[in-house]
Structures are given as C-alpha cells and as structure tokens.
C-alpha cells in the first residue's frame, strides 16, 4: 500500500501564494498521472491540476495562469504551486496518484485545508 502525504496547506491573504506537496511513501511504477483535486464544503471534489507521466499538464480553467503542478520523480513527489491567490480556492486539497498495467491503483492522500481570506 502507498501513502500520499500532503503539506504546505494552510492561511494565506487574497493574492498570497501557498505550495503544496505530496510525498509518496514509495516508488511507483507504471504511473499514469499524478495530480491534485479540491473540495469545497457543499462542492464535489474536481480537479485542479495534473501531469501525465509524460509530462504533460492539464489545468481546471479557473486556476490556469495562477497555479503549476510539478513533479519530482526521484523523490517521489509531487508540487501544487499557488500564486495570485482567490477565496474561492478556499478547500481542502487532495494528491492523487493513478495508473497500474494488469491492476489499475488509485491513491489519495489525506487531504490538507487551504484556505484564502479576503
């Protein structure tokens, strides 16, 4: 089993910057993409960022331009770098790391509360 252990949540003003990372407690092979999801209370999670193992990224239109996922693989994690923060980044963030050949995985880390003051 892999955790996924987030940090670098917390308290930031409107315009501030925050990054997060997310330690993986293992190598993992054959992945498909790590990333980064958020829920707002009374929201569904969705999607922020993600990079491919390829590298390739995608955004949720809201945060492009403000926000870059990273990733460095030899130690086995993943960044979320905020800038130009908004209140409505207010959530609680979540590492998710997929992928697997004959047997698909699907880790989550615990979650960290960000949230943006006005």
């Known amino acids: 089993q892999v955790q996924l252990v987030e940090s670098g949540g917390g308290l930031v003003q409107a315009g501030g910057s925050l990054r997060l990372s997310c330690v993986a407690s293992?190598?993992?092979?054959?992945?498909?993409?790590m990333g980064w999801y958020r829920q707002a209370p009374g929201e569904q999670r969705e999607l922020v960022a993600a990079?491919?193992?390829?590298?390739?990224?995608n955004y949720a239109d809201s945060v492009k331009g403000r926000f870059t996922i990273s990733r460095d693989n030899a130690k086995n994690t993943v960044y979320l770098t905020m800038n130009s923060m908004k209140p409505e980044d207010t959530a609680v963030y979540y590492c998710?790391?997929?992928?697997?050949?004959?047997?698909?995985?699907?880790?989550w880390g615990q979650g960290i509360q960000v949230t943006v003051s006005t």
């Open positions: 998710n790391v997929n992928g697997g050949t004959c047997s698909r995985y699907d880790y």
């Open positions: 990079i491919t193992s390829s590298g390739n990224r």
């Open positions: 293992r190598t993992i092979s054959s992945i498909n993409a």
